[in-house]
């Protein structure tokens, strides 16, 4: 299967065409949030304040990054448990975000918002955080700097690869792998 490359901000005909097991190539603005800064979000949200980007067509990376050495954009940039985020990621998917990037299983209501308000979810690869960071061109913090590694933070990227393991279908790649692998003999 070829490499599918996409450009952000994501429209729902790009997510509709994306099925889970799709390998791609992200290129264009994406955000990075974690934890601390998904709470921020919601609670902005929930007061009618302004967010720090435009969550339409957005594609949020769930990672925290190493410190950049000399000459470089950013440290290395391995993703984090995206079940962390669940609690917020509904009201975030309802609100405009279409796409996330990150590792590991996402709840049912994560899911389901996907589904409703069509979105989709990437995994990057764990422990690649050294390569992926080299398809980062540019990055700077845009809110809540004093959170450290959670700020929130606008990067550039070209061909940043990741494979789709929940579409907007209702297919889960690993929940469908692991009943696969279980038939085996």
């Known amino acids: ?9 994501l429209t729902d005909e790009v997510v509709e065409s994306l099925h889970a097991g799709d390998e791609v190539a992200i290129s264009g603005v994406i955000y ?13 949200i929930e007061a009618g304040e302004e967010l720090p980007f435009d969550l339409a ?9 190493s410190p950049a050495k000399p000459g470089a954009v950013i440290g290395s940039v391995s993703p984090t448990t995206s079940g ?6 509904p009201l975030l998917i309802q609100k405009g975000l279409k796409g996330m990037i990150g590792k590991g299983l996402r709840g049912d209501a994560v899911k389901q918002a996907m ?18 960071a ?18 929130v ?10 494979v789709v393991v929940i579409d907007c279908h209702g297919e889960d790649l690993y ?10 003999p």
Do not use: C, N
């Open 1 to 9: 299967m070829a490499i599918r490359k996409i450009g952000t901000p």
């Open 32 to 44: 990075q949030a974690r934890d601390a800064a998904h709470k921020r979000l919601v609670a902005l």
């Open 57 to 65: 067509g957005a594609v949020v990376f769930y990672f925290g990054p």
């Open 84 to 89: 962390r985020m669940d609690a917020y990621a």
């Open 115 to 132: 589904q409703q308000h069509k979105a989709v979810y990437f995994a990057a690869t764990a422990g690649a955080g050294a390569l992926l």
């Open 134 to 151: 080299k398809r980062i061109i540019s990055y700077q913090v845009i809110a809540w700097p004093e959170l450290g590694a959670e700020a």
């Open 153 to 162: 933070g606008r990067l550039e990227v070209v061909d940043l690869p990741a």
């Open 175 to 184: 929940a469908s792998r692991r009943a696969q692998y279980a038939k085996q």
